[in-house]
């Protein structure tokens, strides 16, 4: 048996493995560019402060629309949890120019004898207003 067939299978798998490998890796998103960044931030900004339950800092990044048209009692509510808080942001999309997006996963866990997880699935619009981004509606 030539010793050249045994290398022939190994070099297909290393050059299967490197055409595979490139076709696996994300693609960029086609609107990515430095509003989706900066959208983005402000989304994980946000959701940060929900994390910490940072109220404060959290009414602080939204729109004036976004302030009326939610109760303090629903603001008191969405930033106060029990228990670790922790939070995912899917890829985005732009809706318009300065608007985005983004799916969210919020999730709450609670200790002691009757531990468990809450999830909450939602969405967080981000919207350019004057060269600022904020948060138009909550999750």
């Given amino acids: 048996m030539n010793s050249n067939w045994r290398l022939k299978p190994a070099l297909c798998l ?3 493995s490197a ?3 490139g076709k696996n890796a994300p693609a ?3 609107s990515m560019d430095s509003d ?3 959208a983005l931030a402000t989304a994980n900004h946000f959701l940060y402060a929900w ?5 404060e800092g959290g009414i602080v990044m939204l729109t004036d629309a976004a302030k009326h048209h939610t109760s ?3 603001l008191d509510s969405f930033f106060s949890h029990n228990g670790a ?6 890829r985005g ?4 120019k300065g608007r985005y997006v983004f799916p969210v996963a919020l999730f709450t866990a609670t200790e002691g004898k009757n531990a468990h997880i809450h999830s909450y699935y939602s969405q967080i619009v981000i919207f350019q207003a004057g060269g600022d981004w904020a948060v138009d509606k909550l999750p």
């Fill in 72 to 74: 303090q009692d629903k």
């Fill in 19 to 21: 055409l595979t490998f």
């Fill in 51 to 55: 994390q910490s339950q940072d109220e």
């Fill in 85 to 90: 808080a922790s939070y995912q942001v899917q």
């Fill in 28 to 30: 960029p998103h086609a």
């Fill in 14 to 16: 290393v050059l299967f």
């Fill in 36 to 38: 989706y960044i900066s």
């Fill in 93 to 96: 999309k732009k809706l318009a």
